[in-house]
């Protein structure tokens, strides 16, 4: 009776992970799908906001200010605080 027992264990449990791991597999590329379809959204919304001009442009000089305020509180490490500063300065 013993002996009987070992097999039908090991094939629930070998059905029951190769189950488990098609239904992980096929939740998997539902995600993917989901995901995309999410990023196509937010670029779709995106697209519109970044072409409005309605919007004010702020001072170059007190996102400068804002940048060194973050970078002296220890937010920012100095080679971000120098990336963001050549990108400001960019733009003026």
Known sequence: MF????PLARA??????????GKRRAEGQMREEEQEARLQDLEAQQS????APDEP????MEKLKQ???????????????????QK???QM
């Open 57 to 60: 442009a702020e001072d170059p």
């Open 12 to 21: 629930a449990v070998v059905g029951g992970a190769a189950y488990y791991g």
């Open 48 to 51: 519109p906001q970044a072409s």
């Open 67 to 85: 940048l060194n305020e973050l970078k002296d509180q220890g937010i920012l490490t100095q080679a971000e605080f120098d990336l963001q500063k």
């Open 3 to 6: 002996m009987r027992r070992r």
């Open 88 to 90: 400001i300065l960019q």
